[in-house]
């Protein structure tokens, strides 16, 4: 299996920044896209950011474009998301996502989303 394990969560007023890492460990892993998803209370979960395995392009939803950067560092198997400009509509819990095949005794398993178990953003007025 692989586990995904974030980081960086917390408190923080409106235009502060943070910087949540999530680190990824386990099987050996083929990555084809690492990404970030976000749960406000009470909504669904919702797309915030990817990268491609190999480090490019990026994607990001609209209401994050400009402030929200996303990273990966492949020597330590982690992948980033920095924010900037924080707005309270930014809380909310944020989950680390990756997509590929993991390395299993009899080869390459199937293409697979890994999911952590999320990190809480809170976005003071």
């Known amino acids: 299996q692989v586990q995904l394990v974030e980081s960086g969560g917390g408190l923080v007023q409106t235009g502060g920044s943070l910087r949540l890492s999530c680190a990824a460990s386990g099987r050996t892993f083929s990555t084809n896209l690492l990404g970030w998803f976000r749960q406000a209370p009470g909504k669904e979960r919702e797309f915030v950011a990817v990268?491609?395995?190999?480090?490019?392009?990026?994607w990001y939803t609209d209401s994050v474009r400009g402030r929200f950067t996303i990273s990966r560092d492949n020597a330590r198997n982690t992948v980033y998301l920095q924010m900037n400009s924080l707005k309270p509509e930014d809380t909310a819990i944020y989950y680390c996502?990756?997509?590929?095949?993991?390395?299993?005794?009899?080869?390459?398993?199937?293409?697979?989303?890994?999911w952590g178990q999320g990190t809480q953003v809170t976005v003071s007025a």
């Open positions: 996502n990756a997509n590929g095949q993991a390395l299993g005794p009899t080869g390459w398993g199937p293409t697979t989303d890994y």
């Open positions: 990268i491609h395995g190999s480090g490019q392009p990026t």
